[in-house]
């Protein structure tokens, strides 16, 4: 296990976190959920890079910010259009399948 600095835009500011590799997870995992529960993280990696964290569950998470407000009225009856009259769907199935070959 490493030592990097993380820089987290969500927290505001830069922490030092212990990365930990995806085979050092396999082979230490008693060792690395035992220092998680006693409240510290770590930044997983594969081949190198970065792809997640693993903290305890009781570390507050960030809040989520919304940009605007949803829009959307109504429900599914609304989404649907009206019925196809007079078109060969399964004509128009086999075309599309076609296309994949």
Excluded: K
């Amino acid at each position: 296990m490493s030592q990097i600095e993380v820089s987290h835009g969500c927290y505001g500011g830069e922490v030092d976190e212990e990365t930990l590799s995806q085979r050092e997870l396999r082979n230490r995992s008693g060792e690395v959920l035992r220092r998680v529960a006693a409240g510290e993280s770590f930044v997983l990696t594969n081949n190198g890079v970065p792809v997640g964290r693993l903290v305890p569950l009781d570390e507050p998470e960030p809040p989520i910010t919304f940009d605007r407000p949803a829009t959307r009225v109504g429900g599914w009856a609304e989404l649907v259009g009206p019925p196809l009259e007079g078109v060969d769907l399964q004509a128009t199935l086999q075309e599309l399948r076609e296309d994949r070959v």
